[in-house]
């Protein structure tokens, strides 16, 4: 059985066909378990941490120095993925735009672009010219479907620290761009406490339903000390509404267990706990769950005569 030689750190393929790997050598490490894919044509060794600076080198393998990545690509360099799931396992193109005085790049497996990038826009991570977090954030709230959107920029938030008001800072610069509607709807309600994209969807339904907006991650004291933690919650009219996500909830016995028992002591403790899953964000599932928050915020009791 033939040995193969890794590269010991990012490559692309040219640099693993002086290893005497094909392509098809290298998508069969991939499968089975010994390299990672980072962008299109940039892998590492999967035993390689994943930190900007690793992501950001293996970019760079495969990226001209006068490209500054963009987009969804500058994204998965600062921690965020915001690829849909069915891209998750393809070769989907790097995106790039070139700085000023250069050509867009046309090679194959780049998507260039041209972008009115100022140096306060850009950074350098490792050998790569990226947009800066918030520029990133900015840039995908034009650019992608709304959902994914918002998800992108409350995940951007939450990795790098940004609040609504960074974000408002840059409106200006996106006068006139095509998306600049959205991101201006977007931006005020990004909170960097939103912990996943499905979360990020669940509050925009919530948003979009007209209902008050709850509280992310509020932290449930039992005997003063921190004890549940509630995705989104409205404290004083005792509702919750959780999002259940199969990696998180449903994995493991011990994990159905957990949020069994949890959700008891809320149920016990006077809460209405609302449970949205994966499927249930469009038609008649999004209806049927968005009515039980609606008919849980009615109050019960009102000191109003008439």
């Not at 690509?73 to 790039?96: K, R």
């Not at 990004?190 to 994209?197: K, L, W």
């Amino acid at each position: 059985m033939t040995v193969l030689t890794i590269p010991p750190g990012p490559f692309n393929l040219a640099d693993a066909a002086e290893l005497g790997l094909s392509a098809d050598d290298v998508y069969r490490l991939i499968d089975d378990g010994l390299v990672r894919r980072i962008v299109r044509g940039a892998f590492v060794p999967a035993s390689t941490p994943d930190t900007p600076q690793t992501r950001a080198a293996a970019v760079a393998r495969v990226v001209t120095a006068h490209h500054v990545v963009i987009d969804r690509t500058a994204a998965i360099i600062h921690g965020v993925n915001a690829l849909t799931y069915a891209e998750l396992d393809l070769d989907v193109d790097l995106e790039t735009c070139a700085l000023r005085g250069h050509t867009r790049s046309r090679r194959t497996g780049l998507e260039g672009h041209t972008r009115d990038l100022t140096p306060t826009d850009i950074m350098r991570v490792g050998r790569v010219t990226v947009t800066t977090p918030v520029r990133t954030a900015c840039d995908l709230g034009c650019n992608l479907h709304r959902r994914d959107a918002f998800a992108a920029m409350c995940a951007l938030a939450r990795e790098h620290g940004l609040v609504a008001a960074d974000l408002a800072q840059m409106l200006p610069r996106y006068r006139g761009r095509r998306g600049v509607r959205q991101l201006k709807e977007l931006a005020p309600l990004v909170d960097p406490r939103i912990e996943s994209a499905r979360e990020a969807w669940t509050f925009l339904a919530i948003r979009d339903a007209g209902l008050p907006l709850p509280e992310p991650q509020l932290w449930i004291e039992i005997d003063e000390m921190p004890t549940y933690r509630l995705d989104f919650a409205y404290e004083h009219a005792r509702v919750c509404v959780e999002y259940d996500g199969v990696d998180a909830h449903d994995l493991t016995a011990d994990q159905r267990r957990h949020d069994m028992e949890r959700r008891q002591w809320l149920r016990d403790h006077g809460w209405t706990v609302i449970v949205v899953r994966r499927g249930d964000f469009t038609a008649d599932r999004l209806d049927a769950w968005l009515r039980e928050v609606r008919t849980a915020l009615k109050p019960a009791m009102t000191n109003r005569r008439w």
